[in-house]
């Protein structure tokens, strides 16, 4: 197993990746949130403002239309700034919430005084306001409102414009309260708000949960990186002398054995091994950016695999890979990456080592995706070995292995939104399936 060059380095977007059934709600900005919420809000109070005024006309009840037209469009006009401020800006402040909502109580206590005062079946939408403070704002601007909604309902116990007629009404012979009908749907409606506006709520702060964990186990992860960089730093310094030791003395048998080809081919695979360890090394202190830069145009997603196979091969001769490459008419151009070379050479060590006589890859692609299949014939692998792979240290090897292939093959596809799965097939053995988008390696 390779130790790539991106243990030295932690991408962050291989833990900023949330939940992909996350709503998105919980990725927006709190204090947006919660003004779009105050303005569906406002928006179902105008609604069943207009709705029961209406209703009311209708019954030849008689209501001041000044007041309730003013009433309606100062929530209109707070709607219209709501709107405006969700367009044009991402921040809204808690001042501008507790304004906003001061304002929806200016209203509503504009309209009950002209219209019945406390005994007006929808005082309860008081509450409105304050459901939206409490889960808004912080806690002294929601108790602010709180003071100020009871002084004004306090107030409205003492003045107010009486409505003449507006508790009995005879329709098709028969009488009807019509203030216990205001009540019974102001409940109606506020239990539907509160439990339409509180599950959404609490189906946030779920998803907020959820997103917290992820980022913590990602956060986790990226300290074991750091961790696993500090020791291929430092194997990378320790490593330095005794391989170029090995590269002396293998040179110096090369030219002792030059009539022995049976040793000197063993003497060049050794070799070629060596150079390969200081590749690994020397690769270690780059930086991505240096990698994109040095690739210059880049290079043709089939010739880069055949490279990649290439240089897998020829660490591996004893192992037969039947190779199949699928590409499109014209082929297309990639940025060159060292670390997709590490990834698909990790699994093309993990299947070998499984199934040592033969394995198979097969890759095919279009404008948009890679799709690579590694299949090799070995025992398998079984369902609680299947839920442990892919995390640090775990190997499915005994003592051969460090458990750390698959973990950085997954860290590397993670960089560009690609996905690893393993499963069992037919004839004995495992399949490993990659999808690799194309849209952040290939060139336009």
């Not at 367009?87 to 509503?108: I, R, T």
């Not at 946030?204 to 730093?233: H, N, P, V």
């Not at 002396?248 to 150079?275: G, H």
């Not at 890979?321 to 060292?338: E, G, H, M």
Request: aromatic content about 8%; some cysteine.
């Amino acid at each position: 197993m390779q130790i790539p060059y991106i243990m030295m380095r932690m991408d962050t977007a291989a833990y900023n990746q949330t939940n992909p059934h996350t709503s998105p709600d919980v990725l927006e900005n709190p204090s947006r949130r919660n003004l779009k919420r105050l303005f569906l809000l406002r928006n179902v109070m105008i609604v069943f403002m207009l709705s029961a005024s209406i209703a009311l006309f209708y019954l030849h009840i008689p209501l001041p239309k000044l007041p309730i037209g003013f009433a309606v469009g100062c929530l209109l006009f707070l709607n219209l700034t709501a709107l405006l401020r969700l367009k044009k800006f991402s921040n809204v402040s808690d001042k501008e919430l507790l304004l906003q909502l001061l304002g929806d109580l200016f209203a509503l206590t504009a309209l009950f005084y002209f219209t019945g005062g406390y005994s007006n079946p929808l005082v309860w939408m008081y509450l409105l306001p304050l459901t939206v403070a409490a889960v808004a704002i912080k806690r002294e601007y929601t108790w602010l409102l709180a003071v100020i909604a009871v002084s004004c309902y306090s107030v409205l116990a003492f003045y107010y414009v009486p409505l003449s007629h507006l508790h009995m009404h005879y329709l098709a012979g028969k009488s009807l309260d019509i203030h216990l009908v205001g009540m019974w749907l102001g409940f109606v409606v506020s239990a539907s708000i509160v439990a339409f506006f509180v599950t959404r709520i609490g189906q946030s702060l779920r998803d907020y949960d959820q997103m917290t964990a992820s980022i913590r186990e990602k956060l986790l992860e990226s300290e074991r990186m750091l961790a696993l960089g500090t020791l291929a730093a430092s194997a990378a310094h320790e490593l330095g002398t005794p391989l170029a030791t090995m590269a002396v003395v293998s040179k110096e048998l090369a030219l002792d054995l030059k009539q022995q080809p049976e040793q000197l081919q063993q003497i060049e695979m050794l070799r070629k091994q060596i150079t390969r360890c200081k590749e690994i090394l020397s690769s270690i202190t780059r930086s991505a950016g240096q990698t994109r830069a040095d690739a210059g145009q880049g290079i043709l997603l089939h010739d880069f695999l055949k490279e990649a196979i290439q240089r897998w091969q020829d660490t591996r001769p004893a192992t037969e890979l039947v190779c199949t490459l699928q590409k499109p008419a014209p082929d297309i151009r990639i940025f060159v990456d060292r670390t997709l070379i590490q990834a698909l050479q990790n699994l093309l060590d993990n299947a070998a080592d499984a199934s040592p006589a033969m394995i198979q890859f097969e890759a095919t692609w279009d404008d948009k995706m890679l799709h690579i299949v590694i299949k090799d014939f070995g025992t398998g692998i079984s369902d609680e070995v299947k839920q442990q792979l892919g995390k640090p240290f775990f190997t499915s090897k005994d003592e051969k292995g460090m458990g750390l292939g698959l973990y950085l093959t997954q860290i590397i596809l993670s960089r560009f939104n690609g996905e690893l799965a393993l499963s069992n097939h037919t004839e004995g053995g495992v399949i490993t399936e990659v999808s690799l988008p194309l849209k952040s390696l290939r060139i336009h």
